[in-house]
């Protein structure tokens, strides 16, 4: 039923100062009992005629005053429910005797129970429509309601020049997320903790203030825009959210340098605008350095599945940037990888997306635990800032990684494929890297044959074949960049591979990158579509390391690059000592 404007006062001033003492002293009650039940408090049960039976009194008063006012409404439900004068008289007929003790505490708690119940019905009943309430009091020409929050209720203002504003209003009741003691203080401390903040990636302070009723209101600019996880849903490159994430970075700090630690950063709580400039948002659970309030950490919910391991044991040591890191990098690996890091494991982002491997170091660190985690916002993006360039260009990243080849020959026909590819030349990359994969291959099992008594000459031919113009142009001296080999199908070549490192997954790899070339080698061969970009460079990197490793074991097949096959003369003919019987270019025995 809806309560006239008068009615409503007179429950304020009357009934509801007396229903919060109540309250209250059933609380100072409850809460010396301890954990073990009011044993080690030896107090007296007799205590409670001056923390409750007083206020119980005044309430019944009170509540004959209004009553008539109240019939049929949710605080008449809720005053006859809670039954507080005949609770009262239930504790007058128990003595101090020992026996009735745990009867006492139980009727205690449900007194108080029974009491914030009541307290909250009457706050909610007499608290002004806050649409109404915003409209008039902040003189708002349309005001509309946005979202819920632990603490408070987001609306959506207009002012009358048609400015939106963004408005939190503290919610008058008190609820386990947001205990009256300690709503209010974090309210303020909110608006405290942006008043020291201006950045362009947090949402900017406007004012602070009281509602006529008492509530609390935060003003502040208003966000156009959506969720990171709504706005990762509609299809962000990876660059775009390696980005919003280098934008939160930054806006960390410069907030850890002004003393403020966020510490419930998630998806939620980062707003991208259309442009793609990332906002961090809700500073309710704020640590402000210097604050002495320990209600701030020890009773606060945080949002688990981002809070790092040391803070879920003790929370007072959210009291730094450790807090804040540790959140943005499972916010990075959620938005990359689909699903956030489960505290054992974590799926490397460099299987899902090549590009990405380069950000697992970083995250790692990220989620490490203290001390091996970043020691600032500023070096966490710093590193990250190098993989997002390496994401974003990734063959440029690839040609330093071969340049460090020591064979000259492989590390410049690599490095040139990289350099090509980065220029979109794609093909020509692409005859570069599967003739190198094929060189390194046929001399590794040559030699492997050999050792083993296998007769080679009979088990491989060399075919002459058309190479495309670019790559030749740039290579000439790379023979067997030209050629392609018919290797006998033996349990030497099939252990000489095994041995080289190339796992099944890899070798299939570079088989289809073989076969693509065909066409742009050849005339007569039949077209197919070319191999992907990512797949290319998963054979170029898997290529440079394999080559790298060689090396770096001292094999002795590296030393034969550079070098002209046996067989051939300037004309790129085969000799016909290279060559086995047989037209078709097909083994025989």
């Given at each position: 039923m809806r309560l006239s404007p008068e009615i409503l006062q007179r429950v304020r001033q009357r009934l509801l100062p007396h229903a919060l003492d109540l309250r209250d002293?059933?609380?100072?009650?409850?809460?010396?009992?301890?954990?073990?039940?009011?044993?080690?408090?030896?107090?007296?049960?007799?205590?409670?005629?001056?923390?409750?039976?007083?206020?119980?009194?005044?309430?019944?008063?009170?509540?004959?005053?209004?009553?008539?006012?109240?019939?049929?409404?949710?605080?008449?439900?809720?005053?006859?429910?809670?039954?507080?004068?005949?609770?009262?008289?239930?504790?007058?007929?128990?003595?101090?005797?020992?026996?009735?003790?745990?009867?006492?505490?139980?009727?205690?708690?449900?007194?108080?129970?029974?009491?914030?119940?009541?307290?909250?019905?009457?706050?909610?009943?007499?608290?002004?429509?806050?649409?109404?309430?915003?409209?008039?009091?902040?003189?708002?020409?349309?005001?509309?309601?946005?979202?819920?929050?632990?603490?408070?209720?987001?609306?959506?203002?207009?002012?009358?020049?048609?400015?939106?504003?963004?408005?939190?209003?503290?919610?008058?009741?008190?609820?386990?997320?947001?205990?009256?003691?300690?709503?209010?203080?974090?309210?303020?401390?909110?608006?405290?903790?942006?008043?020291r903040l201006s950045h362009p990636n947090i949402v900017k302070y406007q004012r602070l203030g009281q509602l006529d009723d008492g509530r609390w209101f935060l003003e502040m600019e208003f966000v156009t825009g959506e969720t990171l996880a709504k706005w990762v849903a509609r299809g962000a490159t990876f660059e775009a959210r390696l980005?919003?994430?280098?934008?939160?970075?930054?806006?960390?700090?410069?907030?850890?340098?002004?003393?403020?630690?966020?510490?419930?950063?998630?998806?939620?709580?980062?707003?991208?605008r259309p442009d793609g400039s990332a906002v961090l948002v809700d500073f309710g659970l704020a640590w402000l350095a210097g604050d002495v309030d320990p209600n701030l950490t020890t009773r606060s919910t945080w949002s688990l599945d981002y809070a790092p391991p040391e803070v879920r044991e003790d929370p007072t040591r959210s009291r730094s940037p450790g807090h804040d890191i540790y959140s943005v990098g499972v916010v990075l690996h959620q938005i990359l990888a689909g699903r956030r890091p489960s505290l054992t494991a974590r799926v490397p982002l460099g299987t899902i997306e090549p590009r990405l491997g380069l950000v697992d170091p970083v995250i790692d660190r990220a989620l490490a635990d203290v001390p091996g985690r970043f020691a600032s916002a500023a070096e966490f993006r710093a590193a990250l800032i190098a993989a997002a360039q390496g994401v974003a260009q990734p063959w440029l990243r690839q040609a330093a990684h071969a340049a460090q080849i020591r064979s000259e020959l492989l590390r410049d026909v690599l490095v040139a494929a990289a350099d090509l590819a980065h220029e979109n030349e794609l093909e020509t990359a692409l005859l570069l890297i599967a003739g190198s994969h094929e060189a390194l291959r046929i001399h590794w099992q040559r030699e492997f044959r050999i050792a083993r008594g296998s007769d080679a000459p009979r088990n491989e031919r060399w075919l002459p074949l058309t190479m495309s113009p670019s790559a030749r142009a740039a290579f000439p001296e790379c023979l067997w960049l030209g050629f392609e080999p018919a290797l006998g199908d033996d349990k030497h070549g099939a252990a000489a591979l095994a041995a080289l490192g190339f796992s099944v997954s890899d070798e299939s790899n570079f088989r289809d990158l073989v076969e693509a070339t065909h066409p742009l080698r050849s005339e007569g061969r039949q077209s197919r579509d070319p191999p992907t970009e990512d797949k290319l460079l998963i054979a170029h990197t898997t290529l440079v390391q394999r080559i790298m490793h060689l090396e770096a074991t001292e094999q002795p097949i590296m030393s034969r690059f550079g070098d002209r096959p046996s067989g051939w003369d300037d004309d790129q003919s085969p000799s016909p000592t290279a060559q086995s019987d047989g037209a078709d270019g097909q083994e025989t025995s």
């Amino acid at each position: 039923m809806r309560l006239s404007p008068e009615i409503l006062q007179r429950v304020r001033q009357r009934l509801l100062p007396h229903a919060l003492d109540l309250r209250d002293g059933a609380r100072t009650y409850v809460s010396r009992l301890g954990d073990d039940g009011g044993k080690s408090a030896r107090m007296s049960r007799s205590s409670h005629k001056g923390l409750v039976q007083p206020h119980s009194e005044e309430l019944a008063k009170a509540w004959r005053d209004v009553r008539v006012d109240l019939l049929g409404s949710a605080i008449e439900r809720a005053f006859d429910s809670g039954a507080f004068v005949a609770r009262t008289d239930a504790f007058n007929a128990l003595s101090d005797h020992p026996k009735h003790a745990d009867e006492f505490d139980r009727r205690m708690r449900e007194l108080l129970d029974a009491a914030e119940t009541f307290v909250e019905v009457i706050q909610r009943e007499t608290s002004p429509d806050p649409l109404t309430a915003l409209a008039i009091e902040l003189k708002y020409r349309e005001v509309k309601e946005q979202s819920w929050g632990g603490f408070g209720v987001l609306y959506r203002g207009a002012d009358l020049a048609g400015v939106d504003h963004a408005i939190k209003l503290l919610q008058p009741l008190a609820t386990p997320e947001a205990p009256a003691k300690t709503a209010e203080p974090r309210f303020r401390r909110e608006a405290e903790a942006l008043t020291r903040l201006s950045h362009p990636n947090i949402v900017k302070y406007q004012r602070l203030g009281q509602l006529d009723d008492g509530r609390w209101f935060l003003e502040m600019e208003f966000v156009t825009g959506e969720t990171l996880a709504k706005w990762v849903a509609r299809g962000a490159t990876f660059e775009a959210r390696l980005d919003a994430i280098l934008q939160i970075l930054a806006a960390l700090e410069h907030a850890h340098e002004a003393g403020v630690f966020h510490r419930d950063i998630k998806p939620d709580n980062i707003l991208v605008r259309p442009d793609g400039s990332a906002v961090l948002v809700d500073f309710g659970l704020a640590w402000l350095a210097g604050d002495v309030d320990p209600n701030l950490t020890t009773r606060s919910t945080w949002s688990l599945d981002y809070a790092p391991p040391e803070v879920r044991e003790d929370p007072t040591r959210s009291r730094s940037p450790g807090h804040d890191i540790y959140s943005v990098g499972v916010v990075l690996h959620q938005i990359l990888a689909g699903r956030r890091p489960s505290l054992t494991a974590r799926v490397p982002l460099g299987t899902i997306e090549p590009r990405l491997g380069l950000v697992d170091p970083v995250i790692d660190r990220a989620l490490a635990d203290v001390p091996g985690r970043f020691a600032s916002a500023a070096e966490f993006r710093a590193a990250l800032i190098a993989a997002a360039q390496g994401v974003a260009q990734p063959w440029l990243r690839q040609a330093a990684h071969a340049a460090q080849i020591r064979s000259e020959l492989l590390r410049d026909v690599l490095v040139a494929a990289a350099d090509l590819a980065h220029e979109n030349e794609l093909e020509t990359a692409l005859l570069l890297i599967a003739g190198s994969h094929e060189a390194l291959r046929i001399h590794w099992q040559r030699e492997f044959r050999i050792a083993r008594g296998s007769d080679a000459p009979r088990n491989e031919r060399w075919l002459p074949l058309t190479m495309s113009p670019s790559a030749r142009a740039a290579f000439p001296e790379c023979l067997w960049l030209g050629f392609e080999p018919a290797l006998g199908d033996d349990k030497h070549g099939a252990a000489a591979l095994a041995a080289l490192g190339f796992s099944v997954s890899d070798e299939s790899n570079f088989r289809d990158l073989v076969e693509a070339t065909h066409p742009l080698r050849s005339e007569g061969r039949q077209s197919r579509d070319p191999p992907t970009e990512d797949k290319l460079l998963i054979a170029h990197t898997t290529l440079v390391q394999r080559i790298m490793h060689l090396e770096a074991t001292e094999q002795p097949i590296m030393s034969r690059f550079g070098d002209r096959p046996s067989g051939w003369d300037d004309d790129q003919s085969p000799s016909p000592t290279a060559q086995s019987d047989g037209a078709d270019g097909q083994e025989t025995s």
